[in-house]
């Protein structure tokens, strides 16, 4: 059986449930079972709000879970809250622009608004580079469904550029392991 | 403390992760907290599947329940499946051209998908005609903001009709409320 449970952790304005649903919607179309538990509240803004994804290969009995195999922290807060908490070797993507967490071993420390900012001109758009970023470390989600589901989910006007964010997010990460893998075998 | 666990049920196809995606944006929008508990599978279309949603004035520390205070059973399997298991005194809101479910003294028993056919020509909208049912039986939620959260939430094309579609859901309860209103007193 292949079980991935992924918490997305940030402040409440962060597209946390965007992301969610197009993990969902893709996983979905990738002919995996998931479930999605958000908790939403008026101090989310700002704050730790998490939106909590597992995707199976079975039915999945139960949704809750405390401690994640992939944890996206977007802000501090939501790292200080939830870095502490993960299953043996997990991985934590966090935008490094936003977190300090340096010393962790499993985290990939990644300046996800900034290239959101600077390849597609939307900040905002950080939370779709991270599911690139998620979607080739799960080695489970087609880039094409991946960024499908982005287009189809996205708010009124932001289709290309959440496509487009899911992708360079894809790619970025693509590259990174290529270059975990040529180290790996004595390359450059 | 204001709590209501509401369970959204029918067919894959159907929309409730929609229609649990727009209560929740608009609970949220009126300043209560909100879960949300999906699950999806590759079996859920033409099945039983479900969105779960909380929402109440104060945080909430659950999100599972088993029994809920408000049932939407959009097909006949969802009521089989759910029917049976609710709260006390909880209401259940069934489509009448799929489910039968006459016998259960609280279920309100109405055409949606016909409804949704009838006036605005698209019975997908169904799920957000719900949302407009629901919308009066919670009594927390102004008409305005769910309607507004059903545009902005709406998938590209869909976005005045589902706005609409609450809007028709929410003026028939209005109706059928003040008709048993004026019954219990005695009047037509």
């Known amino acids: 059986m292949w079980k991935k449970e992924i918490r997305l952790a940030g402040s409440g304005g962060q597209g946390l449930g965007l992301a969610a649903t197009v993990l969902a919607s893709a996983a979905l179309q990738a002919g995996l079972y998931v479930t999605t538990l958000q908790s939403y509240g008026p101090e989310a803004r700002g704050g730790a709000s998490r939106s909590d994804v597992t995707l199976s290969d079975q039915d999945i009995a139960n949704p809750w879970f405390s401690r994640p195999a992939l944890l996206l922290a977007l802000n501090q807060k939501s790292w200080a809250k939830f870095g502490g908490n993960l299953a043996e070797g997990a991985l934590a993507v966090v935008d490094s622009n936003w977190v300090e967490a340096h010393e962790y071993p499993g985290v990939l420390a990644l300046p996800l608004e900034q290239m959101a900012k600077a390849e597609l001109r939307e900040k905002i758009a950080a939370n779709m580079v991270a ?58």
């Open 131 to 188: 599911v690139g970023v998620i979607g080739v470390l799960l080695d489970r989600l087609p880039l094409a469904i991946l960024a499908e589901a982005a287009y189809l989910k996205a708010p009124k006007g932001f289709e290309r550029i959440n496509k487009a964010a899911v992708e360079l997010g894809w790619h970025v990460m693509e590259q990174i392991k290529g270059g975990v893998e040529r180290e790996h075998i004595g390359g450059a």
